[in-house]
């Protein structure tokens, strides 16, 4: 079973790649939240995986809750890995992973990060499509090498970008990221909104409410996804003035 969360579509390409190379049925964590079903059994030979994107160098908050209530039952041994995409580098993301992962008794046998394009737009503006479409041919070139290394159950095998100073980034920069840049107070519309509600529908945590054709945003738990900013038709949706500026990136591999 590989269980995803996905703003944009990266992380759920990357899924989709993988179960269709190892032969595991993917679900959507976010999903598994909404329905509070967090009881799941792992059959032999079967794999466990997280497949999710990096938030400012740590875990976006649907992973924690989702592994904070997981509950795994199985009959034999099984194998557990783990792939987070990013940007750029994760910092020591896959360390927190290991740590709340061995709460709950599961050993991580092996992760990895895959840089693709950049989906925050809040502060970079987007790549090229030349660029993008490059960035995604390397990034099939890693899933493909990736399913291999799991399915030959390669154990303690980590392949990570951290980057520089990884401590300080999912530390203090992970802190002031939670703490300032994920209030949906910054969200507003341009003139451009024609209403279509696909914010709305579209939002993981159902937080997005139409009034009078116009999206609003209720305050607190947001994700920070951006799936409402960057799936907008319009681009009419901005987080803080910085956005107007910047264009608008999902997967278009799905
Ligand atoms: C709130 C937020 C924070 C991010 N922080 C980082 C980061 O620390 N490092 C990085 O390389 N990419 C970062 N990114 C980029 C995403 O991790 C990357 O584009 C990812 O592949 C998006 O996955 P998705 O399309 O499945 O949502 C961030 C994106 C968002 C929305």
Known sequence: MIFYFSGTGNSLYTAQQLSASL??????????????????????????????????????????????NLDISSIAPYYTFAVITCGENIGNTMEELKKILKKKNIFLNSGFSIAMPDNYVVLFDVMSKEQQTEKLDKADKIIYKI?????????????????????????????????????????????????CGKCEALCPTHI????????????????????????????????TKKTEKHGRYHNTRL
């Open 23 to 68: 032969q595991e049925p993917i679900c959507n964590i976010t999903d598994i939240i909404q329905n509070n079903n967090y009881s799941y059994i792992i059959s032999e030979g079967e794999h466990l995986g997280f497949v999710f994107p990096v938030y400012a160098w740590g875990l976006p908050k649907p992973i924690i809750t989702f592994i904070e």
């Open 147 to 195: 399913a291999k290394m799991i399915a030959l159950q390669k154990n303690n095998f980590f392949r990570v970008e951290k980057g520089k100073f990884p401590l300080l980034k999912s530390t203090l920069l992970h802190y002031l990221f939670h703490h300032f840049y994920t209030n949906t107070k910054h969200f507003y519309t341009t003139g451009d909104c024609i209403g």
């Open 208 to 239: 997005i409410h139409m009034k009078s054709e116009k999206p609003y945003w209720d305050k607190g738990n947001c994700y920070m996804c951006l799936a409402c900013l960057n799936y907008c038709p319009k681009e009419a949706i901005q987080y």
